[in-house]
């Protein structure tokens, strides 16, 4: 690539970026798309949809820039939790760590790498025709004495993120204590999930679990809500919805049409009035979910007395029960010893938050969960192994003598300056962008069938996927297939892996630059304004009205940089659980630039240099374990110092025999939740179901 065609796709990327800066600045203060730009403000009721027309709606305006950088740590946690906080961290972190590194490299490494000659001399009067490999280590002179300030300036960078690693550990680990210190009695804090529960012929799960824990812990067990299998329900609910939706959607609308005939496609018959019908149905659709959770809360009495299998099998208690504990300590202590002498059994974990719960999957047996795991590992290396396909078409384009061999009818076309760069420069990071915006969603739906019982673990476990994929196909896959365009596979020589990676990484440094550009100026721009919502709300709002309901979007962590201030809304709290995701991705990332450091520098010659980086993965690694060692604990679980001190602060406190009274109801399944139907359905506040 020659620097002509990363220039235009600077500009290219330079010009989305504006462009959707421009458009979220106008759009987001018309009242028409307030679910889109405002729908937390919209929600908590602190904006409202003005109708009259103001000049101002149509003049973009920078101000929310310095009102989003203004807004200090407590404000944030007031808004986001401690969860929005890291995650703001993480961003100022990164930011930190690419000034850094962009400072080094272009004052330092390149002219360092202008200066040599071993490719080609920089040609100043044309330098828009220069290889961008002029700019690069490989320019610099095999054996050269400059070698050594690539060597120094992997040392500096190592040494400032690792720095900078251990403050932000130290800083979030410190903020996680302070919140936990700071916070009000939380359910789960009491609570643990147990999975695996035994069966008995003479007993329901109920009285198991009971029994179970008040012979192991008779001074601090307190209660416990088996978890039914409610799916059946569920759809009755969904389907409820629509229809209560359906019903104030004609009540509110004088233009639809609230008569149909009952005949032949609807042509002929007596005409019917649409709400009563949907009412009457409705109401049959309530009298049926009554009558099954009723059945679904005896399901353990009717199991052991065996006097309605039906019942029995559809609405049967789970093998899992959320128990709870007089105190933190009681709890903790129930969680982190094995129940019973078979460890598969009586398994227990931390309950998640009464929010947090994902409902809909409880595994029966620890086969089925261990199972469940590995055939979603197996999806995942399947998913990642096909979509080498787009990498290495991708990668082709960055080559254009081997377009012409591929594609000769499009040698003309390729001779044109412009076409040519923009194939080259702005296309391949383009396209693999686009292929990247299914990788989240699809590791979303893979962690959610791997048993977690809650959205937090999902999203965790989603978001370590897409890290994990993200190195392998857009590092390892590119680089070596763009070196071959026939490679489609990576030959796995572990003494060799430092050498290849030397010889093919530099080579691919254009389509990296050009793939951050991409990422950081176009995809964040492209998730401020919102593209996929704003565009399904012009879809939809062709069929809905501006009173209808909405739902505020939870923080989207796995694949979008959120915006806290307007748009989402925690729907959990991990209290900075993401933050070992981070830490050990920079981890790797270091250990992997100080193994293509190794090899660049034996294949420049220049083998003491190799020798004396050895240390520096080493070191890395030490530091590592150190901060594992030192501040991980921190974010597993609470220590029983933090947890004893929180239950001393609150033994006198009055409050907490109603706190006790109401944990039961905390973890009640919403499924089993009374339904509260009104007829006057004028308002879309009514709730269809209740909150209690």
Not at 278 to 294: D, F, P, T, W
Not at 501 to 524: E, K, R
Not at 587 to 595: A, E, P, R, T
Request: aromatic share 14%; charged share 15%.
């Amino acid at each position: 690539m020659i620097v002509s065609a990363l220039l235009t796709s600077v500009g290219i990327n330079t010009a989305w970026c504006v462009l959707f800066f421009t458009l979220y600045s106008v759009l987001r203060k018309q009242p028409s798309n307030y679910e889109v730009y405002v729908p937390r403000l919209l929600a908590e009721g602190t904006s409202r949809r003005r109708s009259h027309f103001n000049l101002e709606r149509l003049i973009p305006s920078p101000g929310w820039v310095a009102k989003a950088w203004r807004l200090s740590e407590e404000e944030l946690l007031s808004l986001s939790g401690l969860d929005g906080v890291v995650f703001m961290r993480i961003i100022t972190f990164s930011l930190k760590i690419f000034t850094f590194a962009g400072i080094i490299g272009i004052f330092v490494l390149l002219p360092v790498n202008c200066w040599g000659d071993q490719r080609q001399d920089i040609d100043v009067a044309y330098f828009a025709n220069n290889s961008l490999d002029v700019f690069t280590i490989s320019n610099v002179n095999s054996g050269s004495s400059w070698l050594w300030v690539h060597f120094c300036a992997v040392y500096v960078v190592t040494t400032f993120i690792c720095v900078l690693l251990f403050y932000e550990y130290k800083h979030i680990s410190s903020r996680r204590i302070s919140y936990f210190y700071a916070s009000k009695p939380q359910p789960h804090q009491f609570t643990i999930l147990v999975h695996s529960i035994p069966t008995s012929s003479s007993s329901s799960i109920s009285d198991s679990v009971e029994s179970f824990f008040k012979e192991l812990y008779p001074s601090t067990y307190l209660s416990h809500v088996v978890v039914h299998h409610t799916s059946k329900i569920q759809s009755l609910l969904n389907e409820a919805k629509k229809l209560y939706k359906r019903v104030v959607q004609l009540q509110s609308d004088p233009t639809q049409q609230k008569y149909k005939h009952g005949g032949f496609f609807g042509l002929f018959g007596q005409k019917k009035d649409l709400i009563e019908h949907y009412e009457k149905k409705l109401e049959g659709i309530e009298e049926n979910v009554r009558l099954k959770q009723s059945e679904a809360s005896l399901a353990g009495e009717v199991c052991v007395h065996a006097t309605n299998l039906h019942s029995c099998s559809i609405f049967k208690e789970a093998r899992a029960a959320f128990v709870f504990f007089r105190s933190r300590f009681g709890a903790a202590i129930a969680f982190h010893l094995q129940q019973s002498v078979n460890p598969t059994q009586w398994v227990t974990e931390l309950a998640p938050e009464p929010h947090d719960v994902y409902w809909p999957f409880f595994s029966q047996s620890f086969m089925r969960r261990w199972i469940s795991k590995l055939v979603v590992v197996l999806v995942c290396i399947l998913f990642t192994i096909l979509f080498l396909i787009p990498v290495v078409f991708v990668q082709g384009l960055t080559n254009l003598s081997q377009l012409e061999i591929l594609f000769p009818f499009l040698t003309s076309i390729l001779t044109i300056k412009i076409v040519s760069q923009i194939i080259t420069g702005y296309l391949p990071s383009l396209i693999l962008q686009l292929f990247l915006k299914l990788v989240p969603p699809a590791m979303e739906f893979l962690s959610s069938m791997q048993g977690y019982t809650s959205h937090s673990a999902i999203e965790k476990s989603a978001c370590t996927k897409v890290l994990w994929f993200t190195i392998w196909n857009v590092f390892f896959a590119t680089v070596f297939s763009g070196s071959a365009l026939y490679m489609l596979s990576i030959i796995l020589d572990p003494k060799g892996i430092p050498g290849k990676l030397a010889t093919v990484v530099p080579a691919q440094a254009s389509f990296f630059i050009t793939y951050v550009v991409t990422s950081g100026w176009t995809s964040v721009s492209s998730e401020l304004f919102r593209v996929i919502p704003f565009i399904f709300s012009l879809i939809t709002r062709l069929f809905t009205s501006p009173d209808d309901e909405f739902e505020v979007p939870s923080v989207p962590y796995h694949k979008d940089i959120p915006r806290f201030i307007n748009v989402y809304a925690p729907k959990y709290e991990t209290a900075g659980k993401f933050w070992p995701i981070v830490h050990n991705a920079m981890i790797f990332s270091l250990v992997l630039m100080h193994i293509i450091a190794v090899g660049i520098f034996a294949l420049k010659k220049l083998s003491l240099a190799s020798y004396l980086m050895l240390p520096l993965p080493v070191l890395t690694l030490l530091f590592n374990e150190y901060c594992r060692k030192r501040f991980l604990p921190i974010f597993v679980a609470y220590s029983a110092e933090s947890l004893i001190k929180k239950d001393r602060e609150e033994q006198n406190d009055a409050t907490m025999t109603e706190f006790y009274d109401n944990l039961v109801n905390a973890y009640k399944d919403p499924a089993l939740l009374p339904i509260q139907y009104s007829s006057n359905t004028d308002s879309l506040r009514s709730p269809l179901i209740s909150q209690a």
